[in-house]
């Protein structure tokens, strides 16, 4: 499945902002939410809405609907929690699931240390939150374990892309869409992406 990139000028201008290192926190987590609004915008422009019947001050008319009770979002932590706010805007009454995972510094393997979520989980589709995606490591092992628990529809979003995670995403879960702000250009040695915006995590919540 084609990964989905939110090309706009005012996206790009915020993401201009975002990894220029002398943004603060406070700004860094204001824009990060408002990307998240877009990014699920754009998530649900196939969402199946029905039809219901209200007045409105000047009469009857026919107005269509989501049944958010069929969405959950579930950021990966830590740097998936700044996006959530932004997708609740949009959509204030989907569910929300936990999924804690690191990535080992040495190795870059994602390391599980968290995973809680809504009973029904298996019946909604899960709109899965973080703003990097950089080897896909984290973003693999979240959705495999989605679907352990029988989640069978899954959508990645995220701020900043590296190609190498989109392909592993692609490799591993082929019926997982991504949608992001940017693609970039690919890893460092470190496995940071470049040019990136740093550790997210870390600029979110201000440690390091
Ligand atoms: C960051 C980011 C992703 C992961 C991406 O989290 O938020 O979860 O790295 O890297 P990957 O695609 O190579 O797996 P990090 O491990 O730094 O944890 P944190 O959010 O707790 O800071
Ligand atoms: N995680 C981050 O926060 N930033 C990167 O560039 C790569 C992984």
Request: glycine share 6%; charged share 25%; hydrophobic share 40%.
């Amino acid at each position: 499945m084609q990964e989905i990139v939110l090309t706009l000028p005012l996206v790009d201008h915020k993401l201009a902002i975002l990894r220029n290192k002398e943004t603060g926190t406070k700004e860094f987590r204001e824009i990060v939410k408002e990307l998240a609004s877009f990014l699920c915008y754009e998530a649900l422009r196939d969402a199946k809405t029905s039809e219901m019947e209200i007045d409105t001050p000047i009469c009857k008319t026919t107005v269509k609907m989501i049944d958010e009770n069929k969405y959950a979002f579930v950021p990966i932590l830590r740097a998936g929690i700044s996006m959530v706010d932004g997708v609740l805007n949009v959509m204030p009454n989907a569910k929300i699931g936990h999924i804690g995972l690191y990535r080992d510094e040495e190795t870059l393997n994602p390391v599980e240390y968290y995973f809680r979520m809504p009973k029904d989980i298996a019946l909604r589709e899960v709109l899965l939150l973080d703003p990097m995606l950089a080897t896909g490591g984290s973003a693999v092992n979240a959705i495999t374990q989605l679907k352990k628990r029988g989640v069978t529809k899954i959508k990645f979003l995220c701020i900043i892309a590296a190609p190498e995670g989109i392909e592993n995403v692609k490799r591993n879960h082929p019926d997982v869409q991504i949608f992001c702000t940017a693609v970039d250009e690919k890893l460092n040695e470190k496995g940071y992406i470049v040019p990136g915006l740093g550790d997210a995590g870390d600029r979110i919540f201000g440690t390091r």
